[in-house]
């Protein structure tokens, strides 16, 4: 296998190269074993091409599969089971004993640590056993209902938060919403708008400087950054984590984004629809990229003498990260003579314990370089203030033109395919690869006739876009 990946490359695999990468790796007298969850999510042509697939690797090895998947009105048809290889079927029952196994573990684990804090001590029991009657078989909503019962003050409040428990998982994220809404209503929405559009889910450094972006304002403001990300997050209640390896920003299940996305059908104030989450998205994205300081570098060899006074901090901010800063901070409180700090000792000295880069501490530069024309492009009618950003990054050289994603799609390519001719036309006289190749061979010319879209061919022939 080893020497197989060796000639192969690391290219980024269709679902037909994994089938033949599959197929030239698994011992045909082995039992292999694909577990799934989740794909009663996806839509129709997706688990269609999923299916598929397995079906095929069954055919050349003895592959058993196993789908997980809600027992719903629609749910189970839509998987074709019947297109597998002796297929059954397993309900798990709502008094699954490892629910309440859950449920006696979670409660012990957040009283021993102090999360959970009740006066009288069989108001525990009474938790356990409301949650094991209204569980219905669902995990997250008994640990949300946790999570939320934590936060409760009194044993009154508890009891109360009991009698009132929300039945579905719906019901249970617009409560919690609703609860965190007090600490930015506002900055909840953009938060989770953020969260939802993103291409790959954002690292809390990247999360920290889009949410200090006022859309159309191109000019840097640092005091506008959280200074504390999970303070920030915190208006969003429990339905979002922090992965705490990758420091990735993420919704704690996907239902929670099924319920955001659900637009007008949704919960007034708390949905949104997912061209809305987009629309946020490219403004912030389009006006990063017209900031002006993203040149900004720092020596390795020398680092000049400066004064905390003869400096902008703004710019300090911009070399340090925040474990610096403070100490920065503190050492302006101590010092009865603060301007008497050389601020060259801190940027050499604790930059090189720190995360300080060579260049610049700008985390969302290369999501907003990598990602700006997916989400422009889905902009209805384009925005002429977004139009204009996007031409000024490209004359600062901010953007590369030729810019390629993990499919080998470059931005005139994705612009072709959506009918974008403004944008088509901005990228040609940038000088963009006119004949540039996806993955699969097929270039922005043979996107624009696929889509129908007369006036983009026109225009990509003019400039001596060739038919293959």
Not at 169 to 174: A, E, V, Y
Not at 321 to 336: F, G, T, V
Request: proline share 5%; hydrophobic share 40%.
């Amino acid at each position: 296998m080893s020497e197989d990946l060796a000639v192969m490359g690391l290219p980024v695999l269709d679902s037909d190269g994994i089938l033949r990468l599959l197929n030239r790796t698994l011992d045909p007298t082995c039992r292999a074993y694909f577990i799934l969850d989740g794909l009663d999510e996806c839509d129709v042509s997706q688990k269609e091409d999923v299916i598929l697939h397995l079906r095929e690797i069954q055919t050349v090895c003895p592959l058993l599969i196993c789908l997980s998947f809600r027992d719903e009105a629609g749910k189970a048809p839509a998987l074709y089971p019947e297109t597998f290889a002796r297929p059954s079927m397993i309900s798990i029952p709502e008094n699954n004993p490892d629910i309440a196994e859950f449920i006696q573990t979670e409660l012990e684990r957040r009283v021993e640590f102090g999360r959970l804090r009740v006066g009288e001590p069989t108001l525990v029991l009474e938790i356990r056993d409301a949650l094991l009657e209204r569980a219905q078989g669902m995990f997250l909503w008994v640990l949300l209902q946790i999570n939320s019962l934590c936060l409760a003050k009194t044993d009154e409040s508890i009891r109360h938060a009991l009698a009132d428990l929300p039945r579905d998982l719906p019901g249970t994220f617009s409560r919690i919403l609703e609860q965190s809404a007090a600490l930015g209503k506002e900055d909840q929405r953009r938060t989770l708008e953020f969260i939802t559009a993103a291409c790959h889910p954002l690292t809390t450094d990247e999360l920290r400087e889009a949410l200090s972006v006022v859309p159309g304002d191109p000019d840097w403001n640092p005091a506008l950054m959280p200074n504390d990300i999970y303070a920030a997050l915190a208006c969003c209640g429990s339905l979002v984590i922090v992965d705490e390896e990758t420091l990735s920003v993420k919704l704690i299940h996907h239902s929670v984004k099924q319920f955001l996305l659900s637009g007008s059908e949704g919960v007034a104030g708390q949905t949104f629809t997912i061209q809305d989450a987009n629309n946020a998205m490219a403004g912030i994205v389009m006006t990063y990229l017209n900031y002006c300081v993203f040149d900004t570098q720092l020596s390795n060899r020398e680092v000049p003498q400066v004064r905390h006074g003869a400096v902008p901090m703004k710019v300090i901010s911009s070399v340090l990260d925040s474990s610096s800063i403070q100490k920065l901070a503190l050492r302006l409180l101590k010092y009865q003579e603060p301007s008497s700090i050389d601020v060259r000792k801190v940027l050499a000295g604790d930059g090189q314990h720190s995360k300080m880069q060579t260049t610049n501490q700008f985390y969302f530069l290369l999501y907003a370089r990598s990602y700006w024309a997916q989400h422009l492009l889905h902009v209805p009618g384009q925005d002429a203030a977004i139009y204009r950003f996007l031409r000024r990054a490209l004359d600062q050289n901010v953007l590369f033109v030729d810019e390629r994603d993990d499919f080998g799609r470059t931005p005139l390519w994705l612009a072709a395919e959506g009918g974008h001719e403004a944008v088509v036309r901005l990228l040609l006289e940038k000088g963009a690869a006119i004949d540039s190749k996806d993955s699969s061979g097929r270039t922005p010319l043979s996107r624009a006739t696929e889509g129908g879209y007369e006036a983009v061919v026109r225009l990509l022939e003019s400039y001596g876009a060739q038919s293959t």
